[in-house]
């Protein structure tokens, strides 16, 4: 289960870049006023899809790889090459060839949902007395485009840990003070944006994942041109916005512009590019759901380097985290509990009794006098009742020739 660690190792390293990021921007003082809101959101996502855009690294990594194979394929026989088109012609019927066109509106389509997310999570700027967990319904979000999109298969264990964790989720928000009518009252804009770009984010981690399955397009590429995509949005609404003077003004950032900014913002840029690259490679080899259990460990890194700021919630915290990393293992089947039948669907299980089955059926062969399996064979006693003949096996009369 655990064959390639190199792939769950890069859950633990996109954990820490998100939890650095969080870090930087709390101590940035260019996105944070006195009212610990973000004066300059636009500028904030321009800043993000700028990120997005070095994935370029690995695209020209990529070409020069396939540049290279190209000339070492050069040297392939005219048979070759003639087997080559002949299989390719019947891949070609059996795999439905994606468009360019198509391509590129599969990815106008999560640059803008992703897009418009991001910058209302930039308006709506989260800080500890903003928090809401949502784990509840991001949760349940990336269950059900992935049951809907991806077409992925739900079992008895998987409805047990959706529970767990919307319900965990929910506790959570208890010993926050979330509840209470004066923080609904100030900041449920803020909560309620925080749910949402939650879910429209879940929403192109889901629709990434389809992009490479079945549209064919690398994840490297995915991350490029969005950036590409965003950043052209990104600019023209920073235009308007600073002609206006409303939501962000460009001036105004860089008038507030100092060596520590700039050296933060370059920080932040290169943590979401490392932190999305991780991300893409998670979604691509493994599954989205893989993505929760990454902000779930991010956000305990974050919680515990401001867990000196609120000692109330220590306790209560340690329990939440501990309880949900452990439900998440169990939802992605690296722990297995065997009661109750919650492991019977899981996918081990499922493939060792198909290995099982078609074991038996290779090693298995049946007579009228009984069976033989791996060398034993099993005898049957027949005998009347009612007139009529029937064939039971019998403990007493089995017998083993081997």
Known sequence: MWKNKSLYFSILIGAVFYA??????????VFKDENENNPHPIVYTLIYTFSLCLSFIFLIIYKIRTKSQSINNNSITIEQNLYTRKAMKTICHQVKIVTKKEKFLWLLLVSVIDYLAFSFNSIFWIT????????????????????????????KH???CIATIVIIGLLFNIPLGVFSQEKIGNYYCFYLSFIL??????LTYVLYKKMMLKKYIKSYEILFFQGIIESILGIIKLIIMTKYDYIDNYWKFIEKLNKKEIIIIILIILGRFLFHSMIMIIIDFLSPFYVFLVYV???????????????KIIISSIIFFSVSIFTILVF????ELNCFGLSYMTKKNIELRAKLDSDLNKNIYEDDQGIAYKGYDFDFKKFESKGEKEL??????????N
């Open 20 to 29: 650095f990021v969080i870090v930087l921007e709390n101590e940035s003082t």
């Open 128 to 155: 500890m007395d903003k928090y809401i967990n949502n784990w509840s319904t991001n949760f349940l979000s990336i269950s059900l485009f992935s049951y809907f999109i991806l077409k992925t298969k739900l079992y």
């Open 158 to 160: 998987h409805f047990v």
């Open 197 to 202: 770009t939650g879910i429209f984010f879940n």
């Open 297 to 311: 460990i991010g956000e305990i890194a974050f919680f515990l380097h401001k867990m000196k700021d609120y000692p």
């Open 332 to 335: 992605i089947e690296l722990i």
């Open 392 to 401: 039971f096996p019998l403990d007493e009369s089995l017998s083993f020739a």
